[in-house]
């Protein structure tokens, strides 16, 4: 039982391990810089972390590049390859306390959503692919008497995945999952902020029985470390979680070396619609809190545009705002704490930034707005909730990544998709509505890769997960995850 357990003291008996993972073997960045790890919840150093650079992602490449052209791993009997991946994920489950407190020590998440929510997510999604891997099968297709033509699908050989600071593990495990079931070897780059659990689950892989080379981590900054295997000519393709504006770099990186494929889950604004005929106000209240207050805010897929019809607007306002109070933000190793810290001074501070504009435009700030508990040295802001918000407002149109509601007011159905519609992204949306008709009609006319009917951010291994628009293409998840670490081999045989 997680909340069983001293947290603290276990945080003081932690060991950190900050050098890069290349090759089976924990080794410094050649250069042998390093930078800081910082704890987001109280400011302070935990760790050095090897600053690895082209050099690094040189060596990287070349030991997952060697690794795969022996074959141990991409040309394994299935069978073998999903018992090693089994044991991988059992072993994440077994140091289940151990990189929970990691990743919630690196970014503020509240011990309780790390331990129940982030690291059972990361076993559970290598845990799916393992038991995939001898499930997918190639085809035949028809090409008459005289030949059979066999279509199969192949591993494309060295995977770049460069993910994000959010959910630092299980959005590296989406990634890891289907990029290593089907035979490819990986070079991970976790965010600048959030290296410790990638660090710490690679010697994990090893030790799950795993090859040498297969899976590498070179922790290090976008400007070096991202922007040298974007650039790598011994690169196959690169999965990556992040930005917008750092996704439309990868692409430029592919066009400017070796048209490397490219797959892109990226930010995103997503409207969660509240309807006057949605009986149940209380659950959707309770969703739309959730769905922007979770993770404090930090959530691709966040509910930040909350989009109301004005028959319910003040009722429903009321009952967000009335969450939105009893949520205070705790220090995150307390099991009781619900709301944890922002991930980084610069976060903290270009959420402050939009929280300031949206005042200037004219919004109107319901609650919150503040930087709360700074006398802990670390990051955390008040769940926040705008209203009199309008669709061009930034506030209403750039990703804030942070614990702050944007409501905007609308009359009827057909506005309310309009304004969903009406940003660049189109990563997730939700409406709330009794109307079978209605609910029917919003989720075919939702510019979204993930539409929520009556709920909100429902999610299995079983269902693919991505954007349209600028939210980026390709899946994370499901089966469909295949389709980013494999191309298709057609094979005629005449007889
Ligand atoms: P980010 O700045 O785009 O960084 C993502 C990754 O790209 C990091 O590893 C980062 O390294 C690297 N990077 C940064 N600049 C680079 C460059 N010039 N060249 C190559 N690589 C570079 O995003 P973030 O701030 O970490 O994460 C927040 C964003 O991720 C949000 O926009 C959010 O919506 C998105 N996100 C999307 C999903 C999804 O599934 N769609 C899930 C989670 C998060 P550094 O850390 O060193 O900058
Ligand atoms: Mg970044």
């Not at 199969?152 to 299980?170: K, Q």
């Not at 797959?263 to 659950?283: N, Q």
């Not at 189109?426 to 009917?453: F, P």
Request: proline share 4%; net charge neutral; charged share 20%.
């Amino acid at each position: 039982m997680s909340d069983l357990i001293d947290w603290h003291r276990r945080a003081e008996a932690l060991r950190i391990e900050g050098r890069a993972y290349i090759d089976g073997a924990y080794v410094a960045a050649i250069a042998g810089e390093t930078f800081d790890c910082i704890n987001p919840a109280t400011g302070a150093k935990i760790a050095d972390i090897a600053s690895c650079k082209a050099a690094d992602v040189d060596a990287a490449v070349a030991a997952a590049r060697r690794a795969f052209e022996r074959g141990e791993w991409s040309r394994m009997a299935p069978l073998d390859r999903k018992k090693i991946m089994a044991r991988f994920s059992a072993l994440i489950l077994e140091h289940r306390e151990e990189l929970a407190l990691l990743e919630s020590l690196n970014v503020g998440k509240p011990i309780t959503n790390a331990f129940n929510g982030d690291i059972v997510s990361a076993a559970t999604t290598i845990q799916w692919y393992a038991e995939a891997i001898d499930k997918v099968y190639g085809e035949v297709a028809p090409s008459g008497h005289g030949m059979t033509t066999m279509v199969i699908r192949e591993a494309l050989g060295v995977i770049a995945a460069v993910v994000p600071w959010n959910y630092p593990l299980s959005m590296a495990c989406w990634k890891l999952g289907p990029a290593l079931a089907s035979g490819n070897s990986v070079v991970l780059k976790p965010a600048e902020q959030s290296p410790l659990t990638a660090l710490r689950i690679a010697q994990l892989a090893t030790d799950a029985g795993m090859p040498k080379g297969v899976l590498n981590v070179v922790p290090g900054f976008g400007e070096t470390a991202g922007k040298a295997l974007g650039l790598h000519m011994d690169v196959d393709a690169v999965a990556f979680t992040g930005s917008t504006a750092v996704g439309k770099l990868f692409m430029q990186y592919a066009g400017q070396s070796n048209i490397k494929r490219v797959g892109l889950e990226l930010g995103g604004k997503s409207p969660h619609i509240v309807m006057a005929d949605c009986s149940d106000l209380d659950a959707a209240a309770q969703a739309v809190a959730s769905g922007i207050f979770g993770n404090a805010g930090q959530v691709c897929n966040a509910g930040s545009r909350l989009i109301v019809d004005k028959a319910v607007r003040e009722k429903f306002l009321e009952k967000v705002v009335e969450h939105a109070s009893k949520l205070s933000a705790g220090d995150p190793l307390d099991p009781a704490t619900r709301l944890g810290a922002i991930v980084s001074a610069q976060q903290l501070e270009s959420v402050l930034g939009y929280v300031e504009a949206g005042r200037q435009e004219g919004a109107k700030l319901l609650v919150g707005g503040q930087r709360v508990r700074q006398e802990s040295g670390g990051y955390f802001v008040a769940p926040t909730v705008f209203g009199d918000v309008l669709p061009g407002m930034r506030i209403a149109q750039e990703e804030i990544f942070g614990p702050v509601l944007s409501a905007i007011t609308v009359n009827g159905l057909e506005e309310a998709i309009a304004v969903a519609n009406n940003t660049q992204y189109g990563l997730a949306a939700g409406i709330w509505t009794d109307n079978v008709k209605s609910a029917m009609h919003a989720s075919r006319a939702l510019r979204a890769g993930v539409v929520w009917v009556n709920c909100f951010d429902r999610g299995s291994m079983a269902a693919p997960f991505g954007g349209f628009k600028q939210s980026g293409f390709g899946r994370d998840k499901s089966l469909h995850a295949f389709d980013k670490y494999t191309d298709w081999k057609s094979i005629w045989i005449a007889h």
